[in-house]
């Protein structure tokens, strides 16, 4: 249950996210009444894998890559019109009913920090189509209006963790753990402050799949088999990325398979040991994160791909001497928590309110995010 400004009846709205573990397409339908704003359905729909292939090519530059781009938001539009209609199958809803679909999109550029106003965010997925596909009024584009303001464009969860995990009582971390992982500070005097950590699962997935064919390393069983090389550890942990202080964001523009290759040019070692190392890496960098940044810590919880993750989960309890609880004890389920959050930043922007925090993104002022595509 989430407190919003008082709106009469009952809103619906779509949230759809794509990150950058690059699985697939979260969709949560959210029921807004008053001031209470509640997960309603959910639905998931699988990336082929010709997509997330061609998804990963997008991510460098190429030749004929605007067109490749085009054709792929397009393919990416239709994917999440199927998720829409999943859901309002499951739900037995029409089009009708849902006020707007908050969707973010994929990420194929993420670049906030060149210099002289040329910063810029690209999340790819065809707005206006998924509008013509569903018949529903889609707002996209959330993070650029953020940038253009001189901020990161990222984290943007850190408010929606504000509204819907803030304790009176509490100094609350929230960890989000996909591709890249990233922490919302909710300390009970109302300073939020949030940032990517860095490395989630990304790295440790594409190893995986990589050398055994399976798509992550379910519970850490097979990083669970191997040893920490604390040469490369040490290597990876010594990014300048990690030390930097926030406001900060990042993607696969740093932290892909180039970055990995460098690191292991000067290592030989076997593949459970890269991977157990791997997930050394994303532990450690987050506890290092809070230990600096989230002073007086109280309680933990976890979302994201990386809660199912039960060693990556046990080392970071170890690291940060505390229990790590899954977000499910706060109200919303794991594996839906940033579909929600977009279904709760489509609310803001049709009803014309702000849904950035400056203090996190590093932008001028408060800013209405999204554009709207009308049905």
Sequence with gaps: MISQSAVPDTRYFIGIMSGTSLDGVDAALVAHTGDRFEQVDQAFVPYPSVIKRALLALHQPAINELHDAALMANSLAELYAESVLKILQQSQLPAS???????????????????????????????????????????????????????QGAPLVP????????????????????????????????????????????????????????????????????????????????????????PKSTGRDLFNQQWLAQHLNVVDDRPENIARTLLELTALSIADAIKR????????????????????????????????EPTDKLGVAVDWVEAVAFAWLAQRCVDGLTSNLPAVTGAQGPRILGAIHPA
């Design 97 to 151: 009913s849902i006020t707007a679909i908050g969707c973010h999109g994929q990420t194929i550029r993420h670049c906030p920090d060149l210099p002289d106003g040329q910063a810029y965010t690209l999340q790819i997925g065809n707005h206006a189509r998924l509008a013509e596909l569903t018949n529903i009024t889609v707002i996209g584009d959330f993070r650029s209006r953020d940038i253009a303001a001189g901020g």
């Design 159 to 246: 408010a929606f963790h504000q509204a819907v995990f803030a304790s009176l009582t509490k100094n609350r971390a929230i960890i989000n753990i996909g591709g890249i992982a990233n922490i919302s500070w909710l300390p009970v005097d109302g300073q939020v402050t949030g940032f990517d950590s860095g490395p989630g699962n990304m790295l440790l997935d594409q190893w995986t799949q990589q050398h055994t064919g399976e798509a992550f390393d379910a519970n850490g069983a097979w990083s669970a088999s191997g040893q920490v090389n604390s040469v490369l550890l040490e290597a990876m942990l010594a990014e300048p990325y990690l030390a930097q202080a926030a």
């Design 293 to 324: 940044f989230c002073p007086g810590l109280d309680e933990a919880y976890v979302c994201g791909g990386g809660a199912h993750n039960g060693l990556l989960i046990e080392r970071l309890s170890r690291l940060m001497g505390c229990v790590i």
